[in-house]
C-alpha cells in the first residue's frame, strides 16, 4: 500500500522461502515504511481451510507437509533487511480471544510463534527499528 508518499507492506503469511523473491519486490517498491509481517511459524494443515475443496483425501504426511505458516525470526529478519523498513510488526497471528473460535490457537510465552516474533521484535529494536507484536488494536503514525 501506498499513501502519499508512504508505503506499507502487509505479508501476513509470508515464509521467506526463497529470499531472491524479496530482492524482486524491493527492485519493484523500493525501501517500505513499515512491514507487517506474519509470524504464525507453525502453520495450520491444508485441509484446514482446503479439506472441503479436495475431491479426495490427503494422507495425513502430505496433509501436514503443506501447512499455511509465516516465518520464523531468522527467516523474518531476512525479509526486514531486504525491504529496509523503519517499522516492523507482527501480525496476523490469531492471539485475540476471540479468533480462538475461529482457530483454536492459544499461545503460551513457549509457544514457538511467540517465541520466535520475540526475537524478530528484539533484534529489530537493538537495529534501531520500531518493532511491535500487535494484539488487539494499534494507531499507527507514518510521520516517523
Request: charged residues 20%.
Amino acid at each position: 500500500v501506498q499513501l502519499q508518499g508512504k508505503s506499507m507492506l502487509f505479508a501476513a503469511d509470508s515464509n521467506n522461502i526463497d529470499p531472491e523473491l524479496y530482492n524482486h519486490i524491493h527492485e519493484a517498491i523500493g525501501d517500505v515504511d513499515v512491514l507487517f509481517l506474519g509470524m504464525e511459524c507453525d502453520g495450520a494443515p491444508l485441509s484446514w481451510l482446503y479439506g472441503p475443496l479436495l475431491t479426495k483425501p490427503v494422507t495425513r504426511k502430505m496433509d501436514q507437509s503443506r501447512r499455511f505458516n509465516g516465518s520464523n525470526c531468522e527467516c523474518g529478519l531476512g525479509i526486514v533487511e531486504k525491504l529496509k523498513p523503519s517499522q516492523v510488526y507482527v501480525y496476523a497471528m490469531g492471539q485475540e480471544p476471540w479468533l480462538t473460535y475461529l482457530t483454536s490457537i492459544q499461545y503460551t510465552e513457549t509457544s514457538r510463534p511467540i517465541v520466535e516474533s520475540n526475537k524478530l521484535v528484539a533484534s529489530c529494536q537493538e537495529q534501531g527499528l520500531v518493532s511491535k507484536r500487535l494484539y488487539g488494536h494499534m494507531e499507527l503514525s507514518l510521520d516517523r
